[in-house]
């Protein structure tokens, strides 16, 4: 079964830090993209950042582009993402996704995980 | 950016009805759209991708279609479970990946 479990998350002030990782099992990791998508409280879904299974292409939202960092350990089957000078605005649940494709994005998540809760605040 | 607009933002119906949500991209996206359920405290779960491909383990009464800018979520007949947010989402070009604002399926 495939699996994704995010862990990380919590309060941390404006202009703080943060990693979260996201471990992934029942699959060959190496051999799919994946995604992180966040959901602020009562709203919609947004796209955060993506990555190869390679990782060598990444791609980010203009909301976190040079704060965010996301990358991958194929060794151990987790992705992560370094999240940099943190706001209020980017209080959410953080989900990790697996692409329905292969290596390269194809953009479609098809497994999430449950999420792991990011608050900014002072 | 392509902005996706899913209309309506509420809909209520009984089970066993058949429920239309639509998603209307702000330019073309070819057939490069997918539709996602969200049940209250849950993850997202992929429902259709490619406007009209069910994902792994979806019932048959869920299906989609359309191609360009006008798209539909066709719930044939409405299970207790099905009452949830769904979310359309765009790849056409990206990034970014862009979602619509969802549609509330509430019970009547």
């Known amino acids: 079964e495939v699996q994704l479990l995010e862990s990380g998350g919590g309060l941390v002030q404006p202009g703080g830090s943060l990693r979260l990782s996201c471990a992934a099992s029942g699959f060959t990791f190496s051999t799919y993209a994946m995604t992180w998508v966040r959901q602020a409280p009562g709203k919609g879904l947004e796209w955060v950042s993506s990555i190869s299974g390679s990782a060598t292409n990444t791609y980010y939202a203009d909301s976190v582009k040079g704060r965010f960092t996301i990358s991958r350990d194929n060794s151990k089957n987790t992705l992560y993402v370094q999240m940099n000078t943190l706001r209020a605005e980017d209080t959410a649940v953080y989900y990790c996704?697996?692409?329905?494709?292969?290596?390269?994005?194809?953009?479609?998540?098809?497994?999430w995980g449950q999420g792991t809760t990011v608050t900014v605040s002072s | 950016e392509i902005v996706l607009t899913q209309s309506p933002a509420t809909l209520s119906l009984s089970p066993g009805e058949r429920a239309t949500l639509s998603c209307r991209a702000s330019q073309s996206v070819n057939n490069y759209l997918a539709w996602y359920q969200q049940r209250p405290g849950q993850a997202p779960r992929l429902l259709i991708y490619d406007a009209s491909n069910r994902a792994t383990g979806i019932p048959a009464r869920f299906s989609g279609s359309g191609s360009g800018t006008d798209f539909t979520l066709t719930i044939s007949s409405l299970e207790p479970e099905d009452f949830a947010v769904y979310y359309c989402?765009?790849?056409?070009?990206?990034?970014?990946?862009?979602f619509g604002q969802g549609t509330r399926l509430e019970i009547k």
């Open positions: 996704a697996k692409d329905l494709g292969g290596v390269v994005p194809a953009a479609i998540a098809d497994v």
């Open positions: 989402q765009q790849r056409s070009n990206w990034p970014p990946i862009t």
